[in-house]
């Protein structure tokens, strides 16, 4: 303990690791299958974690702009392939899209919460920038994947429904648009339900871990509420943005519809 902030030692972190063993062991006796791929995914995600605390050490000690924007050059391309690895049922050549929408959601946040709203000095401050950036596209990744896998599964299962349409004079875009409404509103689902419960189910994790490192609740309690708007607004944007970019991808040059990643 040091003041108000509660470290955790090696021990803690081994106790934390033998609770997923714990949790891995009894998955075996159930036979669920799952065993492992839970032990794997927790040492792979605590060298991770520790990995990234030992960058962001160093970029925040260095305190150099050009370090700041290089970090976060390397999780935009990591984000981009969790994103297509995670998406299902999508055609290839989707990562300049994905990348692009990506872009332009860091390019906001950076512009708008640095800017007009915490206004730090200097304006790329690694302790604000770097975190706020892995939490924008943590959410923004799991809301392209599900809206994209969401898409074109909608597409294929509207087969007939988009022919008729284009048989009947519609444009491409507004055979696609039922698909693309489908899959925006599906990819924020988790976004609205952590807007509507936070503060009265939940107390969501920037607040914990700011009043856990004794930081003021009521600061904790501001900034938490940036973040949750920040990316209720964002993710919007990056799934809107890539559904006008994909969705012509279902059709051929003269609007008729081609069936695609099957």
């Known amino acids: 303990m040091n003041g ?90 989707m990562a300049g899209p994905v990348l692009l929408s990506l872009v332009v959601t860091m390019l906001i946040m950076v512009s708008l919460v640095t800017e007009l709203i915490i206004r730090p000095q200097p304006w790329y401050a690694p302790q604000l920038v770097v975190p706020l950036t892995g939490m924008l596209l943590g959410n923004t990744v799991s809301t392209l994947a599900v809206g994209l896998s969401r898409f074109f599964e909608s597409m294929r299962e509207r087969r007939d429904e988009v022919d008729t349409l284009l048989a009947l004079g519609a444009t491409a875009w507004e055979a696609a648009r039922p698909s693309i409404v489908s899959s925006i509103r599906l990819g924020l689902l988790p976004t609205t339900a952590s807007l509507a419960s936070a503060g009265i189910v939940t107390v969501p994790g920037m607040m914990a871990g700011q009043v856990i490192a004794g930081g003021n609740p009521i600061d904790a309690a501001k900034y938490q509420f940036l973040i949750l708007a920040v990316i209720a607004a964002l993710t919007l944007l990056a799934d809107s943005l890539i559904m006008s970019m994909v969705y012509k991808k279902c059709f051929t040059k003269d609007d008729q519809y081609q069936p695609v990643g099957q």
């Open 4 to 93: 108000n902030y509660y470290s955790i030692d090696i021990w803690g972190l081994l106790i934390a690791l033998a609770m997923v063993a714990i949790a891995a062991g009894i998955s075996g006796i159930m036979r669920m299958g799952i065993g492992k791929t839970l032990l794997w995914s927790a040492c792979r995600a605590l060298l991770q974690l520790c990995a990234m605390g030992f960058v962001m050490a160093f970029v925040i000690k260095s305190n150099n702009p050009w370090f700041v924007l290089l970090l976060i050059a390397v999780m935009l391309v990591a984000a981009v392939q969790i994103t297509l690895s995670r998406a299902t049922g999508v055609p290839k050549g």
